[in-house]
């Protein structure tokens, strides 16, 4: 009697899917666990981005930053040139006061001689000698423009004192004159016979004499006043130099 064809053919069936050699076929592939393939990661963006800010957003930080760079680097530049405009200033304010020093007038005492005056047949005589006979003392003054330029406006006036008080001996003011470069004007005096021992010879009186000059120069502003007080010294037979020790008389 023979087998029935139905039984063996799902037999078959059931051999073939079990079967190694037909596990790689696609149809023969079991149907997969879960029913499908796995959901993407959920996310809490309710945007839907990668949670960084916008590139636009990111450009204008790197924008403001470059510019607070930017005014770092000017305001640095600015002081370097503020520097560098301050010692240009400088050196020529240095090169302008060296120039007005070696350019302008430049007047003041050059000496005063003292004078030793002796009565004589032909009148009163002065010699730098002092002897027996000698009872008058005289002086001259000698202010000169040392300067490199000539002296404009030029007005000299001096004044003789004797204890401090006003004496006899006092020259005239000069007139306005031009004092050329390395030139003098000149002032005469003499205190008397009557005034000579106490000052010359016991120095009991002090003989002092007070020179004011005033000047411009060649440019603007150049106004100058140069004032200068000296004191007899009997004993060196000289002027001793005060300074500018004036009255303003």
Same mark, same amino acid.
């Given at each position: 009697?023979?087998? $029935?064809? +139905?039984? /063996?053919? /799902? &037999?078959?069936? +059931?051999?073939?899917s079990n079967n190694p050699k037909n596990r790689g076929a696609v149809g023969n592939l079991p149907p997969s666990?879960? &029913?499908g393939p796995p959901s993407p990661a959920e996310h809490n963006n309710?945007?839907?981005?990668?949670?960084?800010p916008p590139w636009w957003r990111r450009l204008a930080v790197w924008t403001f930053i470059g510019e607070i760079v930017l005014v770092v680097?000017?305001?640095?530049? +600015?002081?370097? =040139?503020?520097d560098q405009l301050d010692q240009m200033r400088e050196s020529v304010k240095i090169a302008h006061d060296t120039f007005v020093a070696a350019n302008k007038p #430049?007047?003041?005492?050059?000496?005063? #001689?003292?004078?030793?005056g002796?009565?004589?047949?032909?009148?009163?005589?002065? $010699?730098?000698l002092r002897t027996k006979k000698t009872d008058n003392l005289g002086f001259r003054v000698d202010v000169k423009n040392f300067g490199s330029v000539a002296a404009t406006n030029f007005t000299a006036k001096w004044i003789v004192f004797l204890d401090g008080v006003p004496g006899k001996g006092i020259g005239p003011e000069s007139g306005t004159v031009v004092l050329f470069p390395q030139k003098s004007i000149f002032f005469q005096g003499y205190i008397g016979s009557e005034n000579y021992q106490a000052v010359v010879v016991s120095a009991t009186k002090t003989l002092e004499l007070e020179v004011t000059? $005033? =000047?411009?120069?060649?440019?603007?502003? /150049?106004?100058?006043?140069y004032c200068e007080k000296d004191r007899f010294s009997p004993t060196m037979n000289a002027f001793t130099n005060l &300074? +500018?020790?004036c009255t303003g008389r």
């Open positions: 009697m023979k087998e $029935s064809d +139905a039984p /063996q053919s /799902q &037999g078959n069936t +059931a051999d073939h666990v879960g &029913g309710p945007n839907g981005d990668s949670g960084h680097i000017t305001i640095r530049i +600015a002081c370097i =040139y503020s #430049s007047v003041g005492v050059n000496g005063i #001689s003292p004078m030793y002796t009565k004589t047949d032909g009148g009163e005589a002065f $010699s730098s000059v $005033s =000047y411009d120069g060649p440019g603007p502003n /150049q106004n100058y006043t &300074g +500018a020790a």
